[in-house]
T-cell receptor, first 113, second 112 residues
């Protein structure tokens, strides 16, 4: 596609609900990243994929967070039993190579009530 | 762990001024540095990518420089316009890793 596409753009969840956020990277981009951005802060790394392999998940804040990229293209970030502190913008980014220029999607804004 | 600081946190200037945004990082063993722009409620747009072998990179009215030895980068915006109003973020790779560490950004407001 022309750019990184994320859905939904906005999600409101009640505390305790599970949510799934989707990312469609730029076609042909091998590397895919998930970042979390709190209000007024820079993005914080969550996890990284090279094709379908999840090579780094050190940034995931708890075991309630899970990400997958089963066919090396679309990725899903799942948050189980959401808490208020999970409220943030979740950004997906992709790059052609691991050291290449990073392209971001518009983000998914999650609000947990 | 890499730490990135951006100064100033916020900047307000009249249209037409030239301005400089600063970024400093603690670990100079980087292979590139990237500047991004973020509009309110939007994702990040890549502005400039400087490879470690380069000292500067230019795109239109934007010029970014990189001094690895001192751990600094500057983004120069010439003849600022109201449309330049946004938050500007710099990001560098963590040493030995592929992930990026971001600064908190500089919020720029250019008034007509």
């Amino acid at each position: 596609g022309a750019g990184v596409s994320q859905s939904p753009r906005y999600k409101v969840a009640k505390r305790g609900q599970d949510v799934a956020l989707r990312c469609d990277p730029i076609s042909g981009h091998v590397s895919l990243f998930w970042y979390q951005q709190a209000l007024g802060q820079g993005p914080e790394f969550l996890t990284y994929f090279q094709n379908e392999a999840q090579l780094d998940k050190s940034g995931l804040p708890s075991d309630r967070f899970f990400a997958e990229r089963p066919e090396g293209s679309v990725s899903t970030l799942k948050i189980q039993r959401t808490q208020q502190e999970d409220s943030a913008v979740y950004l997906c980014a992709s790059s052609r190579t691991i050291t290449g220029e990073l392209f971001f999607g518009e983000g998914s804004r999650l609000t947990v009530l | 762990k890499q730490e990135v600081t951006q100064i100033p946190a916020a900047l307000s200037v009249p249209e037409g001024e030239n301005l400089v945004l600063n970024c400093s990082f603690t670990d100079s063993a980087i292979y590139n540095l990237q500047w991004f722009r973020q509009d309110p409620g939007k994702g990040l747009t890549s502005l400039l990518l400087i490879q470690s072998s380069q000292r500067e990179q230019t795109s239109g009215r934007l010029n970014a420089s990189l001094d690895k030895s001192s751990g600094r980068s500057t983004l120069y915006i010439a003849a600022s316009q109201p449309g330049d109003s946004a938050t500007y973020l710099c990001a560098v790779p963590n040493s030995g890793y592929s992930t990026l560490t971001f600064g908190k950004g500089t919020m720029l407001l250019v008034s007509p």
